[in-house]
């Protein structure tokens, strides 16, 4: 179980050990559940994951505060914005 | 058909059917994220893409044949989406199904709905 960064989310989304499309359909139907200006961290594995969450954030008008790497798990910092 | 003219519109083509399961998924997936990007999405199956759809057919079959998630799983992740999707009828006649083989809510268009959806989409991508 990978642990959250230190910057606390408000929500995270553990998307460890899932493929594409996985973390990017489940990261849009969680950030629903945000108020806007919440932050949601996702954690992830899959290795397309830095591009697909910028393009994903870019085309939906959310922020992406920062994207780190902690061993193989991305942990990608996402500001609902809309 | 296009809902709404001001949002991203993608048409997936899928033309291959059950008997190549390796070219099954993947329309799925690349629809499912395109919905997640808020994208209005559509995936059309012509020649032998209807097979794909089949009732019977959905549980039978996955992209890595007995290993891994059946077909209905990528097909229910895009749906659950909003991807919605598109049969023609003589793509039925070819594969000999009628509109009730298939799983729920595939929708019936034929070549002229299918045109003005490729002209009006922003990007048509074909499998």
Redesign the interface.
């Known amino acids: 179980m990978p642990e959250p960064s230190a910057q606390a989310a408000d929500q995270v989304l553990d998307c460890t050990g899932l493929a ?3 973390p ?2 489940k ?2 139907q969680a950030i629903k559940n945000l108020a806007l200006g919440q932050t949601l961290e996702l954690l992830a594995t899959d290795g397309g994951v830095e591009p ?1 969450m910028r ?2 954030c870019s ?2 008008h959310n922020e992406l505060v920062g994207i780190t790497k902690q061993g193989d798990v991305f942990h990608v910092l996402i500001r609902r914005m809309r | 058909m296009w809902a709404d003219d001001s949002e ?1 519109k993608i048409l997936y083509v899928q033309t291959h059917g059950m008997d190549d399961p390796g070219r099954s998924a993947t329309p799925f ?2 629809a ?2 395109a ?5 209005e999405v559509m995936i059309y199956f012509t020649m032998y893409g209807p097979s794909l759809l089949r009732k019977d057919v959905v549980d039978k079959i996955g992209p890595k044949g007995d290993q891994g998630q059946p077909l209905r799983y990528f097909v229910e ?1 895009a749906t659950n ?1 909003g991807v919605r999707l598109l049969v023609c009828q003589p793509s039925l006649d070819l594969n000999d199904l009628r509109l009730d083989d298939l799983i729920d809510g595939v929708e019936m268009i034929g070549g002229a709905a299918f045109n003005d959806l490729a002209v009006s989409a922003d990007a048509v991508i074909s499998f």
């Open positions: 594409c499309p996985l990017v359909a990261t849009a697909d393009a994903w085309r939906t | 991203t997936f690349l499912a994220s919905a997640a990007m808020e994208f992740q989406l």
